[in-house]
């Protein structure tokens, strides 16, 4: 492979993994950032050797910088620096991994190169998805989905030729979380400690958390909207604990399609990265008979309300749904800090979208 990437937020989950996609191909690194890490992105410097870096912090930066002063790196810093990076490195696609609503403009930015957009971070979509999806139009930008439940729709519809009226309805898998079958009185004591601790997948604190509140499942609906241009009224979550179905379709005529694998996220990120190729990857090859069964179950709404609160929002237009990602991120962060209890993010959010 010839292509070139950057990656935007580098040192977080995603980033991490799709160096080592990267690494894998043979794919050269043109640019990379990161917000204040600089000891890993220091590490991913010398190894991969991009000709810029963004560095959101700036007294980051400044340390970063000193490290490198006698070479030709070119590092940048702040916001500016992050929409450099997504905009100006030259590579052919940008991988956009940036957490929460901080990559909603280096987003933008991207698609204004009209490169292809391996996209990670769902917030951009959730916050301001009719602008994000008119720049990537007006520019003529290719978005390929990272999530694993996006890539899987995006798998599934791939090659059909059906249009989205004749989809009966979108099936967004979910693994429960690691508190799945709990009561709300048992959550109420739930540490950030335990709400860290994921039972299939290897992510960042702040998904993690919505993944266990249910609320990481509300933005992919939010996201599957603006990305294959459906109603909420037609995509449905269901709990698959074993996350080996990462989604499905299922069409007028009553088929369904689904896309399997094990839950490694460097299986969708290679795919976004070789579109439409499908080459050796890094993931361990599916054996069901090893898994045994596949589970699914209706989410439990009452104990877990986040998933409510996004279907409400995402009927009730754009601005909910920015007040709804806004308010998570505020919620997520002081839980983690240990200011509230876990019970406490959803009435933040229900607060604020009542307010």
């Not at 604190?205 to 294959?228: P, Q, R, Y």
């Amino acid at each position: 492979m010839k292509k070139t990437i950057t990656i935007l937020g580098s040192t977080g989950s995603i980033g991490r993994q799709t160096l080592e996609v990267a690494a894998h191909l043979g794919i050269k690194i043109k640019a990379l950032s990161a917000y204040s890490n600089i000891d890993l992105l220091e590490e991913q410097i010398r190894k991969f050797s991009p000709g810029l870096v963004a560095v959101y912090d700036k007294k980051a930066a400044e340390k970063l910088q000193s490290h490198f002063k006698d070479t030709k790196l070119r590092i940048v810093r702040g916001m500016e620096g992050q929409i450099e990076a997504a905009g100006k490195s030259g590579a052919d696609i940008i991988v956009t991994a940036i957490s929460g609503q901080a990559g909603l403009k280096p987003t933008i930015a991207a698609l204004k190169t009209g490169k292809r957009i391996a996209l990670a971070n769902k917030e951009p979509l959730v916050c301001a998805g009719e602008t994000v999806i008119k720049t990537a139009k007006k520019y003529g930008a290719q978005i390929i989905p990272v999530d694993s439940e996006h890539s899987a729709i995006f798998q599934c519809l791939e090659k059909s030729s059906v249009p989205v009226p004749l989809l009966r309805k979108i099936i967004l898998t979910a693994s429960g979380g690691p508190f799945f079958g709990k009561t709300l009185k048992e959550l109420e004591k739930i540490t950030p400690e335990e709400a860290l601790k994921h039972p299939n997948w290897n992510m960042g604190s702040k998904i993690t958390v919505d993944s266990a509140t249910l609320m990481n499942k509300g933005l992919e609906l939010i996201e599957a909207m603006h990305l294959f241009n459906i109603g909420p009224e037609k995509i449905e979550v269901l709990i698959h604990p074993e996350s080996i179905i990462h989604s499905m379709v299922e069409f007028e005529d009553g088929s369904v399609i689904a896309q399997l694998s094990n839950p490694d996220m460097r299986q969708p990120i290679q795919y976004a990265l070789t579109y439409p190729d499908r080459l050796p990857s890094l993931t361990k090859p599916l054996d069901l008979t090893e898994i045994g069964k596949l589970t699914f179950i209706k989410p439990d709404t009452s104990t877990f309300p986040c998933l409510a609160l996004a279907y409400d929002a995402a009927k009730k237009g754009q601005k909910h749904c920015k007040t709804l990602n806004e308010t998570n991120e505020k919620a997520v962060s002081d839980f983690l800090n240990k200011k509230i209890g876990f019970n406490d993010i959803p009435k933040q959010i229900k607060k604020a979208l009542d307010g």
